[in-house]
């Protein structure tokens, strides 16, 4: 999405940093970055974009590709529980949004035509 993705600012999951890291803190946020980026890589990224080109066709742009093309993107998160963190426009936190259970569609008679616009 080309969002910023600093560690010398914004702590990874895992680590309980919040607020101004100090020069320990920042080091193991950094290390903990490097060792998500390459699981990413390793576990996410290129098993995806194998399954996208042999789905799809070796003409297929990389996964990458699709994915900073993507218009917007809903983010579980919310600063008042993550700390805040700079978003690209596109991205849009939504965290702790209450999603109902589904219900069944209304059935629609096929013989008349449903205008929704």
Known sequence: MGGPDNPSYIPTIVTRAAGKMNFKERMI????????????KYYSEWPANKLLKKNF????PHINEIIYNTSMVFVNGHFSLD???PLVPNMVEI????????????????????NVF
């Open 29 to 40: 946020n950094t290390l903990y970055y490097i060792y998500f980026k390459m699981a990413w």
């Open 57 to 60: 066709g070796p003409d297929t």
């Open 83 to 85: 700390g805040p963190r």
């Open 95 to 114: 965290g702790g949004i209450h999603v109902k259970p589904p219900r069944p569609l209304p059935k629609v008679n096929t013989h008349h035509r449903l």
